[in-house]
């Protein structure tokens, strides 16, 4: 409905690039920034947030103590939660991490939600949508822009969400890049000390939850994360190769149960619409 005006004003920031077909192919820190902070209004605006400060504070403390760690520490990270219990999380361009609720419902430590933020600031510190958006040519960056590139939009949440989520800078990413970012987001987990191995667990968790019910809230997690069988055995891998860094790391915390608990207290989310 009013997809076309947002979206105008999304590519509007792409302009100067979009006009300049040899700009395709460079997209500097500040205009991936900008694209970010963009982006980030519009979900911040049109998706149910949780605007919880406690969990808030927990989440954007957990993240920033994996983010800051990474090569891209010098980037302004902001962590939200999305008020939904699909179980999804995403990044945009420079920055900026969304964790849905369903993610810290399903959660059963802290080592399992560092796992999740860890993945998602490794698709920013590679850079990948900025990557597919350097690639896509000048003509292309509305459609590509638009909501065919993700699962996330028809999933996160409710009828507002699809509209926004047209706009949003969410890049479909390839196996390569997820494997990439289960790697690179394993060791954020470790730099910030926090053992890595609640990625494995809480995959699992998923796939027996896909496996069962045939998807519910899990679904669109598998939708927007291919091949999450082989990432499971890829984990496992690493784990085992990396035994005696990971020994004695931290697997939850007291900031953890706390956010648990006031999440126990919330009244329940808006039912997204599947
Ligand atoms: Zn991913």
């Known amino acids: 409905m009013n997809q076309p005006r947002i979206l105008a004003r999304v590519v509007s920031g792409l302009a100067a690039c979009a006009a300049l077909s040899a700009c395709a192919g460079s997209i500097s820190q500040q205009e991936e920034v900008q694209i970010g902070q963009q982006n980030a209004a519009q979900i911040n605006a049109q998706l149910p947030m949780l605007n919880d400060g406690t969990i808030s504070s927990y989440v954007n403390s957990l ?6 760690r990474t090569s891209r520490g010098d980037l302004d990270w902001h962590f939200a939660v999305v008020n939904s219990e699909v179980i999804n999380a995403f990044a945009l361009p420079g920055g900026y991490v969304y964790v849905n609720r369903g993610v810290l419902t399903n959660a059963s430590n802290e080592s ?5 933020l860890g993945h998602e600031i490794e698709h920013v510190v590679r850079r990948h949508s900025v990557k597919q958006m350097e690639q896509m040519q000048g003509a292309n960056i509305g459609v590509g822009l ?8 028809q999933n996160t949440a409710a ?20 494997v990439q970012a289960d790697e690179g987001g394993f060791n954020n987990v470790i730099n910030a000390g926090i053992s890595p191995r609640g990625m494995l667990t809480f995959f699992q968790k998923l796939l027996s939850e896909e496996q069962q019910s045939g ?8 939708s927007d994360h291919p091949g999450t069988q082989d990432r499971i055995a890829d984990i496992q891998r690493m784990l085992n190769d990396n035994g005696s860094r990971i020994s004695g790391l931290r697997t939850d915390s007291q900031g953890f149960q706390t956010m648990k608990a006031r999440l126990r207290q919330l009244p329940a989310a808006p039912r997204a619409t599947q």
């Open 146 to 153: 638009a909501c065919a590139l993700t699962n996330v939009c």
């Open 215 to 222: 998807g519910g809230n899990a679904s669109a997690w598998f």
């Open 112 to 116: 399992e939600l560092a796992g999740v």
């Open 159 to 178: 009828q507002a969400a699809i509209q926004v989520g047209g706009t949003a800078v969410f890049a479909k990413f390839s196996r390569g890049d997820e």
């Open 63 to 68: 993240g920033q103590a994996i983010a800051r």
